[in-house]
């Protein structure tokens, strides 16, 4: 880092000085990230379910409320309701990509490793 500092003496000339990071610093960070870490990379028990069916549940719930509203766009009286329909509409299609997207990417992840073998 250039610190610019003038000084007040002679013809007032700009003097420049370079704060220099001590050099083992950056070898030290290098080193301290190759040790190996002292907590276990294990994955938490909450994220050990079955990631499908988590999602496969929440596309159920999006679709009985989608439902709900569909039917709120029948009666006058429940607009909040059917005002939500669109949104919830958008949810779901949007979550069924997503989901046809990663099982479409896990089949071919797979495809790819059992080609290596």
């Known amino acids: 880092m250039i610190v610019e500092s003038i000084r007040d003496k002679g013809l007032g000339t700009l003097q420049t000085t370079h ?5 083992s610093s ?6 301290s ?6 907590v276990a990379s294990t994955p938490s028990p909450a994220h050990s379910q079955n990631l499908l069916s988590e999602a ?5 719930s999006l ?3 989608m439902s709900r509203s569909l039917r709120a ?3 006058k009286d429940k607009s909040i309701e059917a005002r939500k329909y669109p ?3 958008s949810n779901a299609v949007l979550l069924q990509h997503m989901l046809t997207k990663c099982v479409g990417k896990t089949a071919q992840s797979i ?6 073998q």
Do not use: G, Y
């Open 87 to 89: 949104h919830q509409l």
């Open 73 to 75: 766009l029948a009666s």
């Open 56 to 60: 496969t549940d929440t596309l159920n």
């Open 19 to 23: 704060d220099t990071p001590d050099l």
């Open 33 to 38: 990230m190759m040790l190996p870490s002292p």
């Open 63 to 65: 679709t009985h409320r």
């Open 111 to 116: 495809d790819k490793i059992s080609n290596l």
């Open 26 to 31: 950056d070898v030290d960070f290098f080193n």
